[in-house]
DNA sequence: ACTATACGTAGGAAATTTCCTACCTGTCGC
DNA sequence: GCGACAGGTAGGAAATTTCCTACGTATAGT
């Protein structure tokens, strides 16, 4: 299976939009859903939703398959392995930076900006 | 310092580009580098290469710093631990998925339930 | 067989991205 | 100062993305 043969590039892609890292996480947390369940937390209508779902798919991110008259999309995660793989070569820039801030977000810890306006 | 208060979707969404996502990696490799030098490696107009720069500026991923006449870029790694944060979740999918390609033992030790559907 | 349901595709408008060619700003060397 | 260089901004064309309203296809229930 060449499951993760899938380009990068694709797969960064569909992690751009917000609304499809969103399914991506209704997947994980909720499990295999057909798209109508999806589709309800989300504020668009279907079709613009069947071409997330798409793009998803091309990217390799989601799997369908039939169930009756549904479609049962689930979670493929393996290619998100890549972007894990791009990822691993930056972590101990940031591991420094982070450690160097650890000092800073002490002080701040759980105030993270509130300007003035509190009702 | 709200380096790490840049939203999500601005990371996401810089990364979507391929050429974005290789300039990170020359910083990253060959460390702080002036416009010409990183411009060098890509077909393209400087102006168009600017732009890639402001991208990735506004989402934090890289700082510039001026040097005589030049502006030296800079990677800034630390909004990358936020793909990290949202990718952690999905690492256990796949995980599994790939252990199960290459070590069948592995689920049949560590894994009751069966959810094959085979027709 | 007929209708309702689930979901996709077709085609198109609007917004965004990506690239370009000018042009402007700031710094170095003289 | 003045010319050369580094690199940004302005404005616009072309491609892509994102959303929409129809419409098509397949399955379930009657």
Known sequence: ??????????????????????????????????????AGHFAMARPSFSEH???????????ERKVGRQRLY???????????????PFERFWRDRLSGLCDLLDRMDDEPDRPDGEP
């Open 1 to 38: 299976m060449d499951t993760r043969r899938i380009s990068e590039d694709r797969i960064f892609a569909a992690l751009a939009s917000p609304v499809r890292r969103e399914v991506l996480r209704l997947l994980r947390e909720e499990g295999p859903q057909p798209v109508q369940q999806l």
């Open 74 to 88: 689930e979670l493929e995660a393996v290619p998100l392995n890549e972007v894990q793989q791009w990822l691993n």
């Open 53 to 63: 779902l798409r793009v998803l798919r091309e990217a390799g991110l989601v799997t």
